[in-house]
């Protein structure tokens, strides 16, 4: 039998709850109704078998959070036994008005918790067979005790209540039961959502970062094989900007791995609109030719600000990469009232950048609608246009 223990906490904390409440139980009911089987003048037989059956529905209440099905079945054969076996006589029956079926004894009301535990714990289908076990032994129950008249309750205001009681209260655990199992599938799912988002922006990070360093670093390497040999002293200057690239993206990567440790140190804010122009100079020192068109901008939000140096970062990296040998880009940032507003368009020859969506133009999308903002892309009449929307 497989079984989930589903739910927030640690599962040490609800096997001690579980057997806290099965130790409370023993305390209040179990002495009524030992002491109702002992003195309820039926065979020795008899008796032994309703105190074992009493024990078994309390032990298992301790046992089902760890083994809710087996638990369960030890439950139900108990009830049964109960439900089977003759009236009570003695002390009770005499304050009850007329002898009695044992189970109407209070331990019957193990059975409830039983029946929640499977369904909040069991697997399918299992809560569904529990909960139709459960109404069966309604039907037994209320046939068993169709002759008792006493505590005063007669007629049909015996069997509504007994009905109530009966059928209420096991449907009750079940949807209880039911309730908490969803409860906690959906925290779960929620988590995972959670986790597979983080997962995604931490690949969107990694992809911008990496892609567009590496990019810088293989356009100069490249250049640096041409150049150095007619020019030795620019071999400095180009190895210079390798190395001041690859120091940036250790740099960024390292705040970027940083929040995954709990005990990491601070690090350096992220890039935002003010990086901007060192951003396109890099690219320039690269060999590209990009014009660069900002008024003054007012302070924008950080995430805002990170979402647009992303964006314009993937799209000049894809025309280093993708464009045609001495293609050039524009690049132009502006806001109205309620927007930021964001635009790359190259010459690089239609539709040769990013003609079809990967890793990049798909994180660009994300990034975008992560800040509740709109990004088109596409081909134009010389090359690619990427714009993006962001709102304020």
């Known amino acids: 039998m497989t079984t989930t223990a589903t739910g927030p906490g640690p599962r040490w904390l609800g096997d001690a709850a579980q057997l806290a409440l099965a130790g409370l139980l023993a305390l209040v009911v179990l002495p009524v109704g030992w002491a109702s089987v002992v003195d309820g003048e039926v065979a020795r037989a008899w008796q032994t078998v309703l105190l074992v059956a009493l024990v078994a529905v309390h032990a298992a209440v301790a046992t089902a ?6 638990s369960y079945a030890v439950g139900a054969v108990a009830e049964l036994v109960l439900v089977a076996a003759p009236d009570l006589g003695g002390p009770t029956a005499t304050a009850a008005g007329s002898e009695y079926g044992p189970v109407l ?12 535990t499977v369904s909040a714990h069991a697997r399918r289908p299992w809560p569904t067979v529990a909960l139709a076990g459960g109404l069966v032994g ?15 309750l007669e007629g049909w205001t015996w069997w509504a209540m007994l009905g109530t009681a009966t059928v209420g209260g096991t449907v009750a655990a079940w949807a209880l039961g039911q309730f908490r199992a969803t ?48 020019s030795p002293d620019r071999a400095s200057e180009i190895l210079e900007t390798i190395a001041d690239t690859g120091r940036e993206a250790l740099t960024e990567m390292r705040g970027l791995l940083g929040v995954l440790r709990d005990d990491a140190a601070p690090t350096d804010p992220q890039p935002g609109l003010a990086d901007l122009p060192a951003l396109v100079e ?33 799209a000049l990296t894809n025309v280093a990469r993708h464009a045609r040998p001495g293609a050039g880009a524009r690049v132009r ?35 975008v609608e992560a800040v509740g903002g709109d990004l088109e892309t596409g081909p134009i009449a010389t090359g690619w246009r990427v714009s993006a929307r962001m709102p304020l």
């Open 183 to 230: 409860r906690a599938a959906w925290i779960a799912q929620l988590a995972e959502r959670g986790a597979a988002d983080e997962r995604r922006r931490i690949a969107r990070e990694m992809h911008d970062v990496v892609a567009h360093s590496l990019a810088v670093v293989v356009s100069h390497a490249e250049a640096g094989r041409m150049v150095v040999a007619q």
């Open 138 to 152: 309604c039907l037994l129950t209320v046939v068993r005790l169709w002759g008792f008249g006493g505590a005063g």
């Open 105 to 116: 004894l209070p331990s019957s009301l193990c059975f409830f918790v039983l029946l929640y």
């Open 65 to 70: 959070r760890q083994w809710p099905l087996a």
């Open 282 to 314: 890099r690219l320039r020192d690269a060999g590209l030719a990009v014009e660069y068109d900002a008024a003054d901008l007012p302070a924008v939000p950080p995430g805002v600000g990170l979402t647009a140096y992303r964006v314009v970062q993937e």
């Open 333 to 367: 940032v502006d806001r109205d009232a309620d927007a930021l507003r964001v635009e790359v368009v190259d010459d690089g020859g239609a539709p040769t950048v990013g003609a079809v969506p990967g890793r990049g133009l798909t994180g660009m999308r994300e990034r």
